[in-house]
């Protein structure tokens, strides 16, 4: 190995370069790629509200649908607002005229949102008649006012009379009347103070749930679709990471049945509170334990930082909303997206990349009449699309059309920038070997001034798209961010020092 290809391969932007490789086909090879609407198929909704809203209210009735959808069990849900009377929902891997229906109902219902104590409903959402605007204190704590009706304070009072930090929950669209089969580890969860506040002595969530909404929790331990259904005596089941297997069989036998699956990262806690469609528990403050009615009062909390208590406080404020909220939906269209369809986009995708490295490396070639150049110009095209698969691999990215249409467009911009790199170099061959190596570093310099130009207004550009757009318009706007960045941070410098060697600077 000589002295030149040893400093090449141990330059720190090479090594750089291979790290980001060597992770993204790790990441790619543990961790499936997830795909949009478009791709994998599924369903589109598009809903209209019963009259024209405010910017602010359409915000509300996008993130309260989100949370109900979730709730519901759906993975890969996109809730868009558009304009000031339209609510598109895209779901993807709904292929079912059963399932669209179901989500249908979902849309148009305006939501039943409960509050519970020590196992009893003292009201809903009819009983909140005013939520005040959140407020974060510098401490990073947070409230959110909100008013409740005369009957449910007094309701409320006679509960919690000297039970000071018992959990208060409160819960929005749980599934009411069913059969909940769990993880076994979920169900100790449950029957555990996991979910008591302040409170250990207090009833487990399992004990509430059932007094409450007569849910019946039972742990997953292979159960067969007739034992099932014994067990549901009439009720719905609704298999939470379980029995996935058992979901036809229970059909095929008249048994109304919801597949719940349990999404990457999500913890036991989590899974709960999203099945449930539960927010909380909430201890139970002094001042509301003496059995003293009161009307008017707050749910607290504490964050780390002011982001997570805005996101908390915001959360809290659009789920008490949720129970009354000021305006209808209907759905008014509906479209499919067949799989068989997406997957024929993904194979045409795939081949349009293939078709595009390929001729990147004809074009180079052609231009400089040199294949030393066009391998590493594509190669470094190839090591791109890899690292950007592998960070949307990694962060659960859904790929779309529009994303992949932005992988596309960081590599063309990253061909143009490898050129001007590499015509920088060239221009200094005529000159002496001395000449050239005290003007490399201010050939380079220049080209990188273009480079981080160009990256400058097309971030610009792109970050005008994912704030002030809704919609396909953000994915494409994310990976195209995510490939310039790749680009002038990772592959950009490491082609550099390849380019340099090619052309024999030192």
Not at 76 to 98: C, H, L, M, R, Y
Not at 136 to 163: C, H, M, Q, Y
Not at 266 to 277: F, I, K, P, Q, T
């Amino acid at each position: 190995m000589n002295r030149k290809l040893k400093k090449l391969l141990f330059n720190w932007r090479i090594i750089l370069l291979i790290i980001f490789l060597s992770g993204s086909i790790a990441t790619l090879a543990t961790r499936p790629l997830t795909f949009g609407i478009d791709i994998s198929g599924g369903v589109a909704l598009i809903a209209q509200t019963e009259h024209p809203v405010d910017s602010k209210t359409m915000e509300l009735v996008v993130d309260s649908l989100q949370k109900r959808l979730n709730t519901y069990g759906l993975r890969d849900v996109q809730v868009q607002g558009q304009g000031n009377d339209i609510v598109v929902v895209k779901v993807a891997n709904v292929t079912s005229a059963e399932e669209a229906n179901a989500l249908k109902k979902v849309i148009e219902s305006q939501g039943v949102f409960y509050m519970e104590f020590d196992g009893v409903i003292f009201g809903t959402g009819k009983d909140i008649t005013y939520v005040g605007v959140y407020k974060i204190n510098p401490d990073n704590s947070w409230e959110v006012p909100f008013r409740i009706s005369k009957t449910a304070a007094e309701k409320f009072a006679t509960l919690a009379k000297g039970k000071a930090g018992w959990p208060v929950d409160m819960f929005l669209d749980p599934p009411i009347n069913s059969l909940l089969v769990v993880p076994k580890s979920m169900y100790d969860l449950m029957n555990s103070t996991a979910f008591n506040a302040n409170a250990p002595q207090a009833p487990y969530l399992v004990e509430r749930i059932h007094d409450a909404f007569n849910i019946t929790t039972i742990a997953y331990a292979n159960q067969s679709a007739e034992e099932l259904k014994k067990l549901a005596d009439g009720k719905p089941i609704v298999l939470v990471d379980v029995g996935a297997s058992l979901v036809d069989k229970l059909r095929a036998m008249n048994v109304s049945v919801r597949y719940v699956p349990r999404q990457s990262g999500v913890s036991d806690a989590e899974l709960v509170r999203s099945v449930l469609g539960l927010y909380g528990p909430y201890s139970l403050g002094e001042g509301l334990a003496n059995g003293v009615p009161q009307t008017d009062v707050q749910i607290t909390g504490h964050a780390a930082n002011r982001l997570q208590a805005e996101q908390e406080a915001k959360t809290v404020y659009t789920v008490l909303k949720s129970g009354s909220l000021p305006v209808k939906l209907k759905v008014i269209g509906m479209q499919f997206i067949s799989p068989k369809l997406g997957e024929s986009f993904k194979t045409q995708a795939l081949y349009a990349g293939i078709a595009a490295l390929i001729a990147v490396l004809l074009i180079v070639y052609f231009h400089y009449r040199n294949w030393k150049i066009a391998i590493p110009v594509a190669s470094t095209s190839l090591f791109e699309v890899t690292i950007i698969l592998g960070i949307a691999a990694l962060i659960k990215w859904n790929l779309d059309l529009p994303s992949i249409a932005g992988i596309i467009a960081a590599i063309g911009t990253g061909v143009d920038q490898q050129i001007v790199i590499t015509d920088e170099l060239l221009g200094g061959e005529k000159l002496t070997k001395i000449t050239r190596r005290s003007s490399t570093l201010k050939r380079i310099g220049r080209a990188f001034f273009i480079i981080f130009a160009s990256a400058a207004t097309t971030i610009a550009a792109m970050s005008f798209l994912l704030v002030y757009f809704v919609g396909t318009l953000k994915g494409f706007a994310v990976t195209t961010i995510i490939g310039v960045l790749i680009g002038i941070f990772v592959t950009r410098p490491a082609y550099a020092e390849i380019a340099k060697y090619l052309v024999g600077e030192d």
